[in-house]
Each structure stands twice: as C-alpha cells, then as structure tokens.
Antibody, heavy 124, light 109 residues
Framework: QITLKESGPTLVKPTQTLTLTCTFS??????????VGWIRQPPGKALEWLAL???????RYSPSLKSRLTITKDTSKNQVVLTMTNMDPVDTATYYC????????????????WGQGTLVTVSS | SYELTQPPSVSVSPGQTARITCSGD??????AYWYQQKPGQAPVLVIY???ERPSGIPERFSGSSSGTTVTLTISGVQAEDEADYYC????????????FGGGTKLTVL
C-alpha cells in the first residue's frame, strides 16, 4: 500500500522560507523510474505543479518558480523535502506531494498516488 | 510558458454523457492525464496515457486524443461524478516539465 504524507508549518510570514517534508511508504525512491513531485492549490483555484525529483536525482522545476524552489530526497528515510524561499501571501495554498513513475510504456509524467495535502498560510 | 486550456464548466443531467476537452500544442507529443477532485479531497487519477484507466476507476470514464485536443468522456453520468476535473501533461522540451490545465467544474443537474 502506497501512502504519502506532507508535513511542515501551517503558517509562515512573508519573506520567510517554507520547508515541507513528504514522508512516504510502499515504494522506494531508489527504484528506476520512480519520482516524487509537489503540487499546490490556492483556495478555490487550480492545481499548480511545482517540482519533481526522480530516483536518479534528476530534478525538474516549474519554470515560473524555479528561482525559489529546491527539491531534495533522502532515500534512506523515504522523504522528499521542498523548500520555497521568499514566501508571499499569494503562496497561500494546500501543498500536495505525489508519486510518479516515468516508465509506463513511454515516458509518463502523471501522479498515481497523492498525499492528503497540507494547508500553508502566508501572513504576517 | 506552455499552457493547457479547459472549459471552466460543463453541465449535464444524470444519465447523459459529459465531455471535457483540454487543448495544448504539445499534446500530439506528450501523453495526457486526467484527475477528479472532490471538495476537500486530494485529486484522483482517472485516466493516464490519454486513454488508459487505472484499476478501480469505473468504465464510464474514458479518454481520447485527436491532434492538439484530448477529451475526457463520462458516460451515464451519476451524481457522484460532480467534481472538478483537471487535465495534465508535459511540455515538449528536452527535459519535460509538468503542466496542469485550469480545471473544469462538472455540474450534474
């Protein structure tokens, strides 16, 4: 059974750095093709992809947020960490982590399993 | 930057067929995926690789592709299908980046 869970602060102040941790079970980030991504959703708005890290440490970032994001993995702990610098009230959103598998008979970029999400509010 | 375009809303009566479209220039080169999201819940994958259905997803959900447009079809819509639906794909750069459409609210009348 694959599960993912996001953890981190629920409230951050403007200009601070947000650090979120995704702790997962039921799969390994050392398995060829496997990846973990971050997606966010402001209240009442659409999903927005942020970042994705693969088993081989290949990292992909949203072009519009690349300068503010860093994604890392700790395979031994089954964790993926996302940091986002210079937080602003517009970054208020539910942040999800999700599992991806590149190999599906062609290159694939979908997310099979999602965490429950964590709401992060940016306010002074 | 690359964008996927969906209609903001679609309405159908129970038992009818709902069709939700998603347009993007790279869709002939990249697979499309569809997610269902109900209020307060995480998204659920309902279609992958344009037209494949994950295990546990009802057969009334199907996907198709034609050129730069992909379509999610829900046949025999039920009240429980009322939700937001998002398409997702990747751009066609050398190192593809994930992109989501703006979402479509499906209302069952």
């Amino acid at each position: 059974q694959i599960t993912l869970k996001e953890s981190g602060p629920t409230l951050v102040k403007p200009t601070q750095t947000l650090t979120l941790t995704c702790t997962f079970s039921g799969f390994s980030l050392s398995t060829s093709g496997v990846g973990v991504g971050w997606i966010r959703q402001p209240p009442g708005k659409a999903l927005e992809w942020l970042a994705l890290i693969y088993w081989n440490d290949d990292k992909r970032y949203s072009p519009s947020l690349k300068s503010r994001l860093t994604i890392t993995k700790d395979t031994s702990k089954n964790q993926v960490v996302l940091t986002m610098t210079n937080m602003d009230p517009v970054d208020t959103a539910t942040y999800y982590c999700a599992q991806s598998d590149l190999y599906c008979g062609g290159d694939c970029y979908h997310f099979d399993y999602w965490g429950q999400g964590t709401l992060v509010t940016v306010s002074s | 930057s690359y964008e996927l375009t969906q209609p903001p809303s679609v309405s159908v009566s129970p038992g009818q067929t709902a069709r939700i479209t998603c347009s993007g220039d790279a869709l002939p080169k990249q697979y499309a995926y569809w997610y269902q999201q109900k209020p307060g819940q995480a998204p659920v994958l309902v279609i992958y690789k344009d037209s494949e259905r994950p295990s546990g997803i009802p057969e009334r959900f199907s996907g198709s592709s034609s050129g730069t447009t992909v379509t999610l079809t829900i046949s025999g819509v039920q009240a429980e299908d009322e939700a937001d639906y998002y398409c997702q794909s990747a751009d066609s750069s050398g190192t593809p980046h994930v992109v989501f459409g703006g979402g479509t609210k499906l209302t069952v009348l």
